[in-house]
């Protein structure tokens, strides 16, 4: 089941949900819409030239900023790492999904390839993983709606919630977008 508009004032009202800032028109029917932050990052095709994921990524993206006047350009075969403006967080009773918006669909953007899961407890900035699979550069603005939020209930509150020691969550409350973490997997302990 996914949360009405209806529900989801309610389960804000509670602190189930938690959107930082959050600005009432962009509230939908069963979503709410999100904004483009100012901070990228991308791949350095320079200083590399292979990803080995047993290995920190430390150098392997480098950042980037934009404001008002300077857009990011997203150009037909790239990928980048971006952020939401909004801080999003659910209760250990709820999950996210982000969702890309259908106006930047029909442009050939994806705000997502995996990573559109908000995990019950998490709090943060949502990670957006970029690409332009169209014929043409984009050029994405700051501030300007970037992605929709959706709400589920779970059947039941999760034991642990994401953040939870046990899980090692690797992106924990992230207030900027985050290169891979995938080498931790193979960390001997």
Same mark, same amino acid.
């Given at each position: 089941m996914i949360l009405s508009d209806?529900?989801?004032k309610r389960y804000m009202a509670e602190g189930?949900?938690?959107i930082d800032p959050y600005r009432p028109e962009c509230l939908q029917p069963a979503s709410v819409d999100?904004? #483009?932050? &100012?901070?990228? =990052? +991308?791949?350095? !095709?320079?200083?590399?030239?292979?990803?080995?994921?047993?290995?920190?990524?430390?150098? #392997?993206? &480098?950042k980037? =900023? +934009?404001?008002? !006047?300077h857009p990011f350009i997203l150009h037909p075969g790239e990928f980048a790492l971006g952020l939401t403006l909004e801080e999003v967080g659910v209760g250990s009773d709820v999950v996210g999904r982000l969702e890309g918006k259908s106006s930047l669909g029909r442009l050939g953007i994806i705000i997502h390839a995996t990573a559109g899961y908000l995990d019950p407890g998490n709090r943060l900035k949502l990670t957006l993983e970029l690409s332009n699979i169209g014929s043409l550069p984009v050029k994405l603005y700051y501030l300007m709606p970037i992605a929709q939020m959706s709400f589920s209930p779970l059947s039941t509150a999760c034991e642990r919630p994401y953040?939870?020691?046990?899980?090692?969550?690797?992106y924990y409350g992230a207030k900027e977008p985050q290169a891979s973490q995938m080498w931790k997997n193979f960390k001997k302990s």
């Open positions: 209806r529900d989801i189930k949900i938690t999100l904004h #483009l932050d &100012r901070t990228f =990052l +991308i791949f350095d !095709t320079v200083n590399h030239h292979i990803i080995d994921v047993k290995e920190p990524v430390e150098g #392997l993206m &480098r980037i =900023l +934009i404001d008002e !006047t953040g939870a020691t046990a899980l090692n969550s690797k």
